[in-house]
């Protein structure tokens, strides 16, 4: 496994944010936090791993840049290469758990993986932060103490697009909507919620299982035009994306009514396409469509300085929800000082309740320079996910532009299905519930 070392210093040391030290991780000393970046720079989702790495670790260098760490406490990471391969991010996850004193988090970057490391967080008591993808049910904290599927889950996401095709419809009574998945645990958790959602409002929902990397997708969308679905659902991601819009194209399939999940909604999968996509929708994560101060800062501070980890991301939708990641985690580090004390490292359990007790207000988003990207997000012992707020956005063939107002998950569907999927969880693995009283 390749891994890569990186120490991010002050900014009167600032030659060094770019280079890795060594081959092995050096652990961080007293005076520094250590944060483990699972990445997938290489395999079939390599188009989408590599800005959304490329953000995480942009941030992270700027809040050293600028801020000089959290309180004083440098930001030190390493990055581990799973090449999208949940065998390999267990491995990369047990690696760095025990590093610099304790993990402060994991953001795995794939669904199979957080499946896979879910059981083992547990026990190690490291938090698995998984922003827009994981499993949906973990929103429940009572039962997913480690948890935090943070800003949204991929039932709020197959709820939004349903919310904005109802919209323009006039309702979702009657209709024919497919699903196009990835054939993957990523690909089916939307199903239980459009399930749901079908029986409630009467249409008709067909399932389209794709293949594994999914660049042969030509019999799918052949199905499609024989089916006549009036919108298609689109769970994909890397490959498989331009080649979905490629198939569609080819089978006279109007890509104005394919609504994607946001991890096949970025730059890099449809600027080569120009006007082959036009029209093609994707749901954002709050605004992950839109630019703000942090960007500024981030050429400021680390770009114009030569330190910044791509060329020509900074604003791309996956560069920008990388960086959202890396501000949660940064925050919930911020969060747990201000309880045990500011200035001082934190350990893995206290940037769990961090995690656990953020309350980003306008202001403060504003300060750090998101107030465009996101509206203002709060967690609780039983909600580890925080506020839901969605968008859609649309590519022109040049561009994206945001089309719909916010949205939010329904919570009178959804809400039961999280206590009813969490509590099988919590039976079958044996688990207490806790009490958040």
């Known amino acids: 496994m390749k891994l890569k070392t990186f120490a991010l210093a002050a900014a009167t040391a600032a ?171 990523y690909g089916k958790e939307p199903i239980a919620l459009l399930q749901k959602r079908a029986a409630r409002d009467g249409f008709d929902l067909a399932l389209f299982p794709v293949t594994p990397p999914g660049v042969e997708q030509k019999s799918t969308w052949l199905q499609i035009r024989q089916q006549r679905p009036e919108y298609v659902l689109f769970w994909s991601a890397g490959v498989m994306t331009p080649a979905g819009i490629r198939e569609a194209q080819a089978s006279g399939y109007p890509r104005d009514k394919i609504y994607a999940i946001w991890w096949a909604g970025s730059d890099h999968d449809v600027k080569d396409l120009g006007d082959a996509a036009k029209g093609y929708n994707a749901i954002t994560i709050h605004n992950s469509a839109a630019r703000d101060k942090v960007h500024d800062d981030l050429k ?43 200035g001082k490292v934190m350990t893995p359990e206290q940037v769990r309740w961090g995690f656990e007790n953020l309350n980003l207000t306008a202001e403060r988003l504003k300060a750090l320079g998101f107030s465009e990207i996101m509206r203002p997000v709060k967690t609780s012992c039983e909600n580890h996910m925080g506020t839901d707020w969605a968008r859609v956005a649309q590519w022109d063939g040049a561009k994206w532009n945001v089309t719909s107002d916010w949205y939010q998950a329904d919570k009178s569907l959804i809400d039961p299905l999280v206590k009813e999927a969490s509590a099988k969880y919590a039976k079958d693995k044996g688990l207490k519930v806790r009490s958040c009283n």
Not at 30 to 42: A, M
Not at 304 to 313: I, P, T, V
Request: charged fraction near 20%.
């Open 15 to 185: 030659a060094m944010l770019a280079a890795p030290l060594s081959t092995v991780a050096a652990p961080a000393d007293q005076g520094e936090q250590f944060i483990p970046l699972l990445v997938y720079r290489t395999g079939q989702f390599a188009p989408l791993g590599i800005p959304w790495a490329d953000g995480k670790q942009d941030y992270l260098k700027l809040v050293n840049a600028r801020d000089g760490g959290v309180n004083g406490v440098k930001l030190v990471f390493e990055e581990c290469e799973t090449a999208y391969d949940a065998a390999k991010g267990v491995e990369c996850y047990e690696r760095l758990k025990g590093k610099g004193g304790g993990a402060a988090g994991f953001d795995p970057q794939s669904t199979g993986i957080t499946f896979a490391v879910t059981d083992k967080a547990f026990n190690d008591k490291v938090s698995i932060e998984t922003l827009g993808y994981g499993l949906s049910a973990s929103a429940d904290g009572t039962v997913f103490e480690w948890n935090f599927p943070l800003l949204g889950t991929y039932w709020t996401a197959a709820d939004v697009m349903l919310q904005d095709i109802a919209k323009k419809a006039g309702g979702l009574k009657g209709k024919k909507i497919a699903l196009v998945y990835h054939d993957s645990p």
């Open 300 to 342: 400021k501070y680390v770009y114009d300085k030569g330190q910044g980890a791509s060329a020509g991301e900074i604003g791309a939708m996956a560069h920008t929800r990388g960086m959202m990641i890396a501000m949660l985690q940064v925050e919930a580090i911020r969060t747990a000082q201000e309880k045990y004390g500011k």
